[in-house]
């Protein structure tokens, strides 16, 4: 166990402490604590209705239709009622991306073969989020449009009289497990680097290969990671409102919430909102809370001192080739083609069937003639370069006394710096919105009136974290004695803080900040409901960010400056892309792979 360093108790270092704690109580505790508010009347029993929660579905799975010919096979995958879809699609998606996120890192960590590299390529490229774009890319490829998709298309050239899409809650959860499943990847890559090698290496010494040393060894090594991948892939899923506006399914929790910002915050009620925020809220912290519990107690002996020796590749045979190639190749393309289908859709004239039409610029042109969609883009900058300012401070102070300062309250900052992470957006928003325009009505802070403050605040709180744990983590690394030894001299806290400390922990602050920037841009769940208070695209002056517009885009009917609005909405996208992929190479620099994946974790 590390012995954090302390410092002397005084009004700086106190301050350290008492102003991020005083922010994350203000702008946190409080707006999540309000949700109760509006359970006072509301009647719980109609969570029990069949809309709710049902026992059977009301839709066949999987539809095979035969007409001239041709099979038409649409797989809906069930409707039981607005909780049990959302309770039953995370958990399928868990599945699913820990199936696959495990074995794609496994193959790519373990083992030596032609082609490693193409893998782990092809398996990092939906880390870069183009929200709702890649969605609607998913429905191209492999919905069942009434114009065709790709897959189908294929089928046909090949001679196959099949037609064959997802649809409803099933588009909904392959556009999850198709995004989700790199969360998986990354965190057991992490920690499959991080296992000493000798372990694996003895293993294989005394006999074991194949798929016994990987169920014997090295399962058990990687559990960890196995298990906060799946944890963070699970609350993905669970506040998920992308796929389930792109597939017009509303039968699932998060979309119920999203509709509440949509009709009823205009008008007053909400209380199946808040009932379903609250059930969200527990649905996401309780596994959180079990994975915390899991990781404090799991012990690992190295054999090793210092830093686990790397793993020399164990070559894989003919057998795993042939699932590599078959198996796993096949599922690492399918889930990179929707973000490859973003720029191809960013530079069609038109994609509506299942092939794109035609190559134009114009796309991006569009951005930067339309003035309601480039103040998405200006909106973002703006609120990124707030944002990012105010963490910068809010996450060093926090960050540097969970790691020098001893006082009663530092283990409630601790705790509380951490979790909005476990917190769905949606959650947070329906919080702030009922909170905030409950106490400050008619202010700058009621979201009726400036949505725009509420959302930069609404940013500040939940992506701090990852400035904070980046910034603990760099101090760590500091020596406490330069400190002290400062302190012997005269020094003062805020010059020891300013002169010393910050020349030495700037690397881990600005990968935080990085990262913290790079999420802000990204943020779907704040975005699309408290950014869709201040006016629509056809506004010049809306307060909405990138995501908000590009979610405009998708659901637009007709063209906007003569372009379709959903590749307008890819070229966005592209951009958006672009700055994650950029940001995240800054990051990566700044503070490597494994200390970039235990900030995220």
Request: glycine share 8%.
């Amino acid at each position: 166990m590390i012995r954090k360093p302390l410092v002397r108790s005084d009004v700086a270092s106190m301050l350290f402490v008492v102003v991020p704690l005083s922010i994350l109580i203000m702008f946190f505790l409080a707006p999540i604590a309000s949700i109760t508010t509006g359970l006072l009347t509301f009647d719980w029993r109609l969570l029990l209705t069949p809309f709710y929660v049902g026992l059977s579905s009301v839709v066949s799975p999987i539809t095979v239709t035969h007409v001239g010919g041709e099979t038409l096979i649409a797989i809906r995958g069930f409707d039981m009622g607005v909780i049990t879809n959302s309770v039953l699609n995370a958990l399928i998606v868990t599945l699913a991306t820990t199936a696959i996120g495990t074995s794609v890192a496994i193959l790519v960590g373990l083992f030596d073969f032609p082609g490693r590299r193409l893998f782990a390529a092809l398996a990092m490229i939906p880390l870069l989020v183009a929200p709702f774009v890649n969605a609607y890319v998913v429905k191209l490829l492999y919905g069942f449009n009434l114009q065709g998709n790709t897959v189908s298309a294929v089928l046909e050239a090949l001679g196959l009289h099949v037609k064959i899409g997802v649809a409803g809650l099933a588009g909904v959860a392959l556009t999850q497990i198709l995004s989700f499943y790199t969360i998986v990847y990354v965190n057991v890559l992490a920690t499959l680097r991080a296992v000493d090698a000798t372990l694996i290496e003895q293993a294989v010494n005394l006999g074991s290969r194949g798929f016994k040393l990987v169920r014997s060894v090295v399962l058990p090594l990687i559990a960890p990671g196995v298990f906060t991948g799946a944890t963070l892939a699970y609350m993905l899923s669970l506040e998920d409102v992308g796929g389930p506006i792109v597939f017009s399914f509303r039968k699932v929790i998060s979309y119920q919430v999203y509709l509440f910002f949509r009709q009823y915050a205009l008008i007053g009620g909400g209380g199946s909102a808040a009932a379903l925020s609250l059930l969200m809220l527990l649905l996401a912290v309780i596994p959180m809370i079990f994975l915390r519990r899991y990781l404090s107690l799991r012990y690992y002996a190295m054999l090793t001192r210092g830093a686990p020796r790397p793993l020399r590749r164990i070559k894989l045979g003919w057998l795993g080739k042939v699932v590599a190639y078959l198996v796993v190749l096949p599922i690492l393309v399918a889930a990179a083609a929707p973000e490859i289908g973003i720029f191809v859709l960013a530079l069609c004239h038109r994609w509506v069937g299942p092939f794109p039409t035609g190559f134009t610029l114009n796309n991006y042109a569009v951005l930067f003639s339309e003035p309601g969609v480039f103040r998405g883009i200006e909106n973002s900058l703006i609120y990124v370069a707030i944002a990012a300012t105010a963490i910068a401070f809010l996450g060093f102070s926090a960050g540097y006394a969970i790691a020098r300062v001893r006082s009663v309250v530092t283990p409630a900052l601790d705790a509380l710096s951490i979790t909005p992470l476990a917190v769905p957006g949606l959650v947070m928003a329906f919080g702030y919105f009922v909170f905030l325009h409950g106490i400050a009505r008619g202010t700058p802070l009621d979201p009726l009136i400036s949505p725009a403050v509420v959302l930069v605040i609404a940013y500040i709180v939940r992506k701090m974290p990852f400035t904070v744990r980046s910034v603990f983590a760099g101090l760590l690394q500091i020596p406490s004695s330069v400190e002290e030894a400062a302190q012997c001299l005269g020094a003062r806290r805020l010059r020891i803080v300013k002169n010393i400390v910050l020349p030495l922990a700037w690397r881990s602050l600005a990968a935080g900040l990085l990262l913290s920037a790079v999420y802000i841009l990204s943020e779907v769940s704040l975005s699309v409901t408290i950014g869709a208070l201040g006016g629509d695209i056809t506004s010049p002056n809306h307060c909405g960010p990138i995501t908000f517009v590009m979610m405009s885009l998708i659901q637009s009917p007709s063209t906007i400056g003569g372009a379709q609005p959903q590749a307008v909405a890819a070229a966005m996208g592209t951009i958006l892309m672009l700055l994650e992929a950029l940001i995240l190479f800054a990051a990566l620099a700044k503070l490597g792979r494994r200390g970039i994946v235990s900030i995220a974790m």
